[in-house]
């Protein structure tokens, strides 16, 4: 019978939910060797290794056929594998990690309020400044896919090596795409959500390769953790 491979967070908040899932399921994750060991097993069902990678080390791997499921951030699975795909998809929502990927724009633009104003905006720049708006991100394709489906392309996309809310401010880019979970840290820099400028309402999920879901191991396992599920 084939092993599958399951990687779930190896550190932080996502490891602890995730580890308490599988308790509620009535399943036990047994590390080998040491407690920092990065291989393990699941105690209870045949023929399934545990893999403890970071988060977005999990959606690089299934996009790449190295493990067959994973728990990970929706946001991390989507910029990874685009939805739609025939490799990997989400099998379960998991009900923790919430956060949302937003565009966010300056308060002071207060004639900016849809995602349809920011052609207007983009047309004043360029004729201003002789370039593009420059949108701040570590997103870049989830922001690509949603600015082509809102008809957007007077911009240009400028990667956030750091704390993507700050680009604005230092003048490194007019706009964000970024995670945000209360808003706080947007309004501190004085940044605010566009009316529909939500992209993705992220959660932690449990994405699974194609191939994976004939096993009946596997099966059995996404039917415990269904049930497992904090609603």
């Known amino acids: 019978m084939n092993m599958l491979t399951i990687a779930i967070p190896s550190k932080g908040r996502l490891m602890e939910q995730a580890n308490d899932l599988f308790e509620r399921a009535g399943l036990k994750i047994e590390r080998f060797g040491t407690d920092r060991g990065y291989r393990g097993r699941l105690v209870g069902i045949e023929n399934i290794e545990i893999a403890f990678l970071s988060a977005s080390e999990i959606a690089v791997q ?3 056929g190295k493990i067959d ?31 949302d990927v937003v565009v966010a724009v300056p308060e002071c633009w207060l004639d900016v309020a849809v995602m349809a104003d920011l052609d207007d905006v ?32 007077g911009y240009r996309i400028v990667e956030s090596q750091g ?69």
């Open 62 to 64: 299934l996009r790449d």
């Open 122 to 153: 983009a047309e004043q720049f360029y004729a201003s400044h002789g370039r593009r708006l420059r949108v701040a991100t570590k997103y870049l394709n989830i922001t690509r896919r949603f600015f082509a489906e809102k008809g957007i392309t």
């Open 69 to 99: 499921a994973g728990i990970t951030g929706e946001d991390l699975l989507r910029e990874t594998i685009a939805p739609g795909n025939d490799v990997a998809d989400v099998a379960l929502r998991l009900n923790f990690g919430s956060a």
């Open 163 to 231: 704390a993507t809310e700050g680009a604005p401010a230092t003048g490194t880019a007019e706009l964000i795409v970024d995670i945000t979970t209360s808003g706080a840290t947007l309004k501190a820099n004085q940044l605010r959500i566009l009316d529909d400028g939500l992209i993705l309402a992220s959660c932690a999920v449990f994405a699974l390769s194609k191939r994976s879901v004939e096993f009946k191991n596997m099966r059995n396992l996404l039917n415990m953790l269904n049930r497992a599920i904090v609603t």
